[in-house]
DNA sequence: ATGAAAGCGCTAACAA
DNA sequence: TTGTTAGCGCTTTCAT
């Protein structure tokens, strides 16, 4: 039997093809050949059996990182995302891993603390051995100097791919859409929430929203507020003093970077009574699905994130096994409207 | 340089602790003490640099499997949960994420494609070499059997750990909540949202919540409607024909097994104009950040989810480091109560 | 049909 | 101070 040492502690024991062979009085090769399922013509019916049965009452399981070291292919695919909370990237990886089930593990990287990942998270990633990569989102300046030995994806991060394979989303056409609409409903004061992380998708949010309510007659203003990440607290958090400025300089609808964003202004106004919406409208990017539910209600841009996810599952898929960097993709968004219009 | 093929195509060649020493002139094993930061005295200054320089101008990162192959010792953890879109998981995963980073790679595991994870999932996620496992919620049955090589933890599963060491929420504590608060808005007659997969949590709060109203002179009806995923989309389905049902034998209430579910009943209901929650009142167990902006409001059981992600991480550290199973732990659950009176 | 041996990238004991 | 060697668990060629 034997035990193993796991980091000090006594541990059972991992049984390997050795233990097998062992058992079943064969040679570690016969074992990989019948569990590897190679067996046809190059194993006796006979001694499969012995094995199958020796792997069967030892409980043994391959070790993939062995196997696939040994065959030099590697068998996982790691995915590295900014923000677990947001059930944008939770949908994501819902249908990446749909896809990739079964044919890869799935290794997912986060950011260590709070804060955006960086350079080294990704290289942190790359110690792995990786059939495939996905990087979601990154911020600004995380791509420069990064040479990855395996096949990459990039995803909503418009127009910095740097050379990378990349799927986005249509993140400037939803800000025209979204002011477009804000306009139609009367808005002409606009207020925006932002995130101090410098990414190319949330400057494409403000900016497509920007450059559409200039076109129709209505402005954005200057000073936005800034959370420090994305989500419904930091929104909650630093709403109410942005709120004072913003109702003093006329501002009827608030834009948020991202559906949670907005979840947190619907929170903070509500709790401190700020008239939001009898007269002021609340917008976001990223239309999550219980956002219909919101109340006051809320208008957004919906994200097809799922969707994201099962098309870099599939674009990732056929650049490992079949080559050639997939081409580039852009999904469409679509505008939701809930919002009320502004007081005359 | 030579390029490597990954299945089938050819791609960038990953640099080994070989080429580095090549470049530098040195062998191997110098490198490894270089790069891991063993070089104190056994090194010279003078090689130490050639060797960084080499590892840089290469781009040398370590291969992490085939390290933890070398120093049996496995660098990664992997958690296994059954349903990534509901916020509760990934908010479980944030906390823990939190306390492993830059101790131990993250692996990821989940079922393949819809429906519950079973021993096969799991045994995918063994096949890794780990140093510690986590399992989310199992379904009944899937533990059986089932003899880890490594420290072993289980989440969320009450009563039914099978000699594993395990944190649980206090499901059916929070149930017995729900029933007192349900009664005291004079409800009577109430009906239950559940999910077809069994697993313990689901199954004890059905139960805590039927003993209790039981206690208070109410009754849970037997008819439940049961979905087969947990997820908005599915309660929001099947809703509608429940509640004719429910409706004729004077139904004041509907629990559900989750907040997710909860949004569904709540978006079909306000879709049909069912009349919910004029005089019906929605509750659930997992009330999630977004619920308190639900309309109509919603009354639920918060569970902590992001700190059992992070009691987890630092049970199965010890586990791992210190050595030694854990002590088995529940963490408590809050009602919050929002939802309206029943109609006298 | 089966086994011995080499090698994947790395670490660790031991030689030099 | 540095290199040589063996070995981690596995696959794969090549003898037998």
Not at 71 to 77: K, L, V
Not at 111 to 140: F, H, K, V, W
Not at 163 to 191: C, K, M
Request: proline residues 6%; charged residues 20%; neutral net charge.
């Amino acid at each position: 039997m034997g035990r193993q040492v796991s980091r000090g502690v006594p541990f059972m024991h991992r049984v390997t093809a050795k233990d097998v062979a062992t058992r079943a009085g064969v040679s570690v090769a016969t074992v990989s050949l019948v569990v590897n399922d190679k067996a046809d013509g190059r194993v006796t019916e006979q001694t499969r059996r012995r094995v199958l049965r020796a792997v069967e009452s030892l409980g043994y399981r391959l070790n993939a990182s062995a196997r696939s070291l040994a065959m030099q292919q590697p068998g996982a695919i790691a995915i590295v995302c900014p923000e677990l909370t947001n059930p944008f990237y939770a949908l994501l990886l819902d249908g990446l891993s749909e896809v990739i089930a079964g044919r890869y593990a799935l290794n997912l990287v986060v950011p260590g603390s709070m804060g955006d990942y960086d350079t080294a998270t990704i290289l942190r990633a790359m110690e792995m051995d990786l059939a495939g990569l996905i990087l979601a989102a990154p911020g600004n300046g995380v791509l420069t100097e990064l040479n990855p030995y395996c096949p990459t994806l990039v995803l909503d991060s418009p127009g910095t791919h740097r050379g990378f394979p990349a799927i986005d989303l249509d993140v400037t056409h939803a800000g025209r859409e979204l002011a477009r609409h804000l306009t139609e409903q009367g808005h002409r004061r606009v207020a925006y929430i932002g995130s101090v992380v410098d990414k190319a998708s949330f400057r494409r949010r403000r900016e497509g929203l920007a450059s559409g309510l200039l076109e129709h007659g209505a402005t954005l203003l200057p000073n936005d507020l800034l959370v420090d990440r994305v989500v419904m607290e930091a929104a909650e958090a630093g709403f109410p003093q942005a709120w004072q400025e913003w109702e003093r300089a006329g501002v009827t609808a608030v834009v948020c970077a991202d559906d949670v964003l907005a979840y947190g202004v619907l929170a903070s106004a509500a709790r401190l009574n700020l008239g939001v919406p009898a007269d002021v409208a609340v917008a976001a990017y990223n239309d999550l699905p219980m956002s219909s539910l919101t109340s006051p209600p809320l208008t957004s841009v919906a994200f097809p994130a799922r969707e994201l996810g099962i098309q870099a599952g599939e674009a990732l898929l056929s650049y490992i096994e079949v080559g050639g960097p997939p081409r580039n993709r852009t999904l469409p968004t679509r505008l939701v409207p809930r919002a009320s219009t502004a007081r005359p």
